[in-house]
Structure formats: C-alpha cells, structure tokens
C-alpha cells in the first residue's frame, strides 16, 4: 500500500441511505460504533441523495468525515466518537437501471479509488463489491455475511493476503459460506451485541410506558420488540393476546405499512389487547423494555430460524426483563441458561400463552430488573465483538488510534 503514514480510518460502508429502521442498519452502524469507542479512528460511509447531494462544495469534496448528526446518534443510540462521511449520489443516479447510474458502482468505482482511498486503512462491510474495491486498491478488509446465499464466492479475492477475515452470525451460514468457497480459516461466528444504553435503569421512563400502554384494567404488560415480519412470530403473537384478553401486548418495530396491516389483522381477529407503535428511538426503546413484565421472542420455525441473528434478544438480556422465547436453532446455545425465563415450542400460540402465564407467576416484575440476565449479556457488548473481529487481523493492518 502507498502513503501508509496517510492511511488511518477504519471505513465502515453502508449501502443504503441512513436512517432506517432495518435490523441490519442497527447492526452495521452499532458495529462501527463500537470500533470508535475502542478509540479507532472509524468512519461510517453511506449514500445520500437529495437537494444536499447537489451542492458543489459536497461534489468537490466528497468523503469529509465529520461528527455524527444528532438524527443519527439518537436514532441508533450512537456514541460521538464515530464519524460519518455521507457520499453524494444525485440525479440521475439511482434514478435509471444502469450500472453506471448505480449508487453501488460510483462507490466503489469513483467515491472509493480517487477520495475514500488515500486516507483508509482497513475496510468493513456487508457490500461484496465493497470488499473487492477494497482489496483490488490495495486496502485490508473484513466481510460481513449474514445470510445464505448460492452464488460462490470469487477465489481471487477470499484468498487474497489482503482479505483478512469473513464473520457472520450462525454456524449454518459459515457451513454455508465454505460450501461456496470461503477458505475455513477466512470465517468466524460471532453472535451480534447489545447497546449499552439498555443497561441503564430508567425506572421512571419505565413507569410512564406502564401508565401509558396499561389500559381497561389490566396490570401486566408484554412487549415485543422487532420486526414486524410473519416468521418472527407476530401472527402467533395475536393469537396468544386472544389467549389472554386480561394481559396488554405491545409490539415496537415495523414501517408504517407493516403497522397499518397488523392492526387491520387484530382488528379482524377480534384482539383490542395489542399495540402497535410502529418504530421506536432507541434512546426510547430500552425504558419500553424495562416497563415490561415479560418480553416475547416468539419466532416460528422455517429457514430463517436456522440463521437468525437474535440483534434484539441481546437488548432483552441487558434490559433484566425475563424472556419468553421459542426453541428455534440459533437460540439452542442458551438453553442452559438462565437469562431466558422460559423456551417453548415455535408456532403454537397455546403453549406460549401458558409460557407467558407460568414466567407472570414464577418471575415477579423487577424494578432493577434481574440480575443474572444483565450480568449474562456483559460478554456480548459490540466493542468486545469488535475488539475480536481486530484480533483476527494482522497488527500492521489496524486502523489508527485516537489520541
């Protein structure tokens, strides 16, 4: 690599535009944000369109990592070490099906050799032509997979020096990705983590969810919080609220036409005990969890549970709430211990309500939530994940500390 004395960020790439709600967001920005809080010199890129992508100044100096939007850090609970470095993408890019109109391909083709390059060290990323931009241009980078896919990965590039280490989030996925050409030695598992902000006890905040969402009498309250997706377990969620017509349900996540179509579906089931709130801050979502008597994961089986990445379980954890899950594959390495009240079989509303009932008895509401559960989830904070994930890369290789 030339100019190395130059060469000191740790580039976290986005592909989409930020902020959205999607778990692999949360995830993505979480990751760089525990590499800055490690004291790295760590900078999240991602596109932006828009009237802004049309100023010249931006155009002329298109990668000028600056302090972290108050937008971002509220809406991801980031920290402001990190920096951003949004790249502009404006008319006709992205607006026409070409490559070269691509937001993708201007990254890596025009954003990444000619600005990004110079001052980078290592590369992170979800995006594969982000990775091969990366090491083609000479820079060390790490590759996030987490899902399967069947198309094989290039051997010119997992076998590249260059390329340090490949990390997904379930044993079933690394099967997969050394079936379709990652070296073995090139991939790791590594469970995602849990944001510190959802350890801190927010009893009154707490207090104020309970007054808000306990309606018509009842007195408990289980919360669910993710997407709002059929596989994760939301139909069953409905059916175990009608189940259970004294205890108030309450689901956080979802866009607005997830939302409306859930509502329209509890609605015609005739539920009135379950709420929809659509997305949640995270600066707001960790008191919701605490305001909780139980918290629901209730997933059902089919492919997606053989690979699920639990992001919000560990949120669960760090929250002290106790736990009802479903016994799907990608949890089974917790079914010792006792950070999860109580595990039952997926797709069957009954058994979870009897779940819920039995954890409602046996697992009084905490204000200082439970212990076992918070000190359990210390080990999967996302700065001890990103602090594994640099192990694996050469020394040489590592991005600048900052003083």
Known sequence: ???????????????????????????????????????YSTVLVYPYKGFKALNPINLARPFYPHKLPETLIKYYNL????????????????????????????????????????TTKLVHSRNWNFIKAAIKNGVPAIYEHHHHEQKPFEQEIVKHPLFQIAVTVADTIRDTMIQHGMPPEKVIKLHNGYNRLFMERQPEKAAAWRQKLLKYGREKLVVYAGALRKFKGIDVLIDVAWEMPNIQFVCAGGNETEVTNYQQLAQEKQVSNITFLGYILHEDLPSLLQAADVLAHPHCLGEAATFTSPLKLFDYFASGTPIVATEIPSLMEFKNTQAIAAWCEPDHPSKFAASVRQV????????????????????????????????YVDESFHPQLVP
């Open 1 to 39: 690599m030339k100019n190395t004395k130059f060469k000191k960020h740790y580039i976290f790439f986005i592909q989409e535009d930020l902020p959205k709600p999607e778990a692999h967001l949360v995830q993505s920005t979480n990751a760089a944000n525990a590499a800055a809080n490690l004291g």
């Open 79 to 118: 920290h402001d070490k990190l920096k951003v470095s949004p790249l502009p993408m404006p008319w006709p890019i992205n607006y026409f099906p070409s490559k070269f109109t691509n937001s993708n391909t201007i990254a890596t083709k025009y954003y990444f050799p000619f600005y990004i390059l110079p």
């Open 360 to 391: 409602l008895e046996t697992h009084p509401r905490k204000i200082e939530g439970y212990a076992h559960s918070i000190e359990f989830v210390k080990q999967f904070s996302w700065e001890n994940r990103a602090a594994k994930i640099l192990s």
